[in-house]
């Protein structure tokens, strides 16, 4: 988030602290695309803005941009230092990447400027068929303790599969053989994983639009909106309220609490602009939204990037 803040600074001055928030803002792009890859999230939010931003400036009237009142100058940048200050965080965000870029080439022949999808080896099988299935049914984090994280090594409860994994009674008889054949071997073997690949093949031929977007909605959702309870003892399946009453009663008041955030901050929108910049922050939340939707093990550990935005929404309640 401090990229976001220093791009704010950058889009409100003209002059040498512009030149280092820009550069500050890169840095912290730079160091967050290092850190995980999906940080560059964040590269794409500015990038998109200051695009939109340098079209909205040069649509303007000639006279609007060589006002003389330096305040409005000052809140409305012109084109050119729009598009230098992009160039300026495209650089040196994607700078450190070059040296891995120039490595990965060298060595396996390939360009690959980020670590893989699935931080495998070179020669390291990935049961993509068997993730493409899970992707086609899942959209809780219950799902994702019960059935994605124990594959492999560990058995899988066919009973914990929910309903909406198959679409009639012999899907549904495919989807428990194929968990039977996984729980005989604790390991997805290629053939194993052909077999996923197939059935997932399947569901979203016969159900795309539930594939490619309802499902992608409701694990959104699910991160956004889930009691944060993965790191406490409470169970997974918390809404069913068979655990201790202590844990119960923990989870029920997380959730609470993560409702009162998310209203919070949507209730601060609604009061209007009040944060400088607020298309910038509102976009980093869309972008990073939209991209966990697409994941097949929703956790909502990754929804926390967001909340500092979230914040800062929420603060507009106590603007006067």
Same mark, same amino acid.
């Given at each position: 988030?401090?990229? +976001?803040?220093?791009?704010?600074? #950058? !889009?409100?001055?003209?002059?040498?602290?512009?030149?280092?928030?820009?550069?500050?803002?890169?840095?912290?792009?730079?160091?967050?695309? +290092?850190?995980?890859?999906?940080? #560059? !999230?964040?590269?794409i939010a500015i990038g998109g803005y200051l695009l939109a931003l340098a079209v909205r400036q040069y649509r303007r009237p000639a006279s609007a941009r060589s006002s003389p009142d330096?305040?409005?100058r000052r809140s409305a940048p012109g084109v050119k230092h729009v598009l230098f200050a992009g160039l300026i965080v495209t650089l040196v965000s994607l700078a450190p990447l070059v040296p891995w870029t120039w490595r990965n080439l060298q060595t396996f022949h390939r360009f690959q400027p980020l670590a893989p999808r699935y931080a495998n080896e070179e020669d390291e099988f990935v049961p993509m068929g068997f993730d493409r299935w899970v992707k086609t049914w899942i959209v809780d984090y219950s799902s994702v303790e019960e059935i994605y994280w124990p594959v492999p090594g560990s058995p899988v409860d066919a009973e914990k599969i929910p309903s909406r994994a198959f679409d009639s009674e012999s899907q549904h008889q495919q989807t428990v053989q194929l968990l039977k054949d996984y729980n005989q071997l604790l390991h997805i073997s290629p053939e194993l994983?052909?077999?996923?690949?197939?059935?997932?093949?399947q569901r979203i031929h016969d159900s795309p639009l539930p594939y490619y977007a309802g499902l992608p909605l409701l694990r959104i959702a699910d991160m956004w909106l889930?009691?944060?309870?993965?790191?406490?003892?409470?169970?997974?399946?918390?809404?069913?309220?068979?655990d201790d009453l202590q844990w119960s009663v923990l989870a029920v008041s997380l959730g609470l609490i993560n409702l009162v955030y998310v209203f919070a901050a949507f209730s601060g929108l609604l009061r209007g602009r009040f944060l400088p910049q607020i298309a910038l922050l509102l976009s980093f939340l869309v972008l990073r939204s939209l991209f966990l939707g697409t994941l097949e093990n929703p956790e909502p550990r990754y929804t926390l990037e967001c909340y500092p935005v979230v914040i800062l929404l929420a603060s507009g309640l106590f603007r006067s």
């Open positions: 988030m401090l990229a +976001l803040d220093l791009a704010i600074v #950058g !889009l409100e001055s003209l002059h040498t602290q512009a030149l280092r928030a820009w550069l500050g803002c890169g840095l912290a792009v730079a160091a967050a695309i +290092l850190l995980r890859p999906d940080g #560059g !999230l964040l590269l330096p305040a409005q994983d052909a077999r996923f690949e197939a059935l997932a093949s889930r009691p944060r309870t993965e790191m406490f003892p409470c169970d997974t399946r918390w809404w069913e309220f068979n």
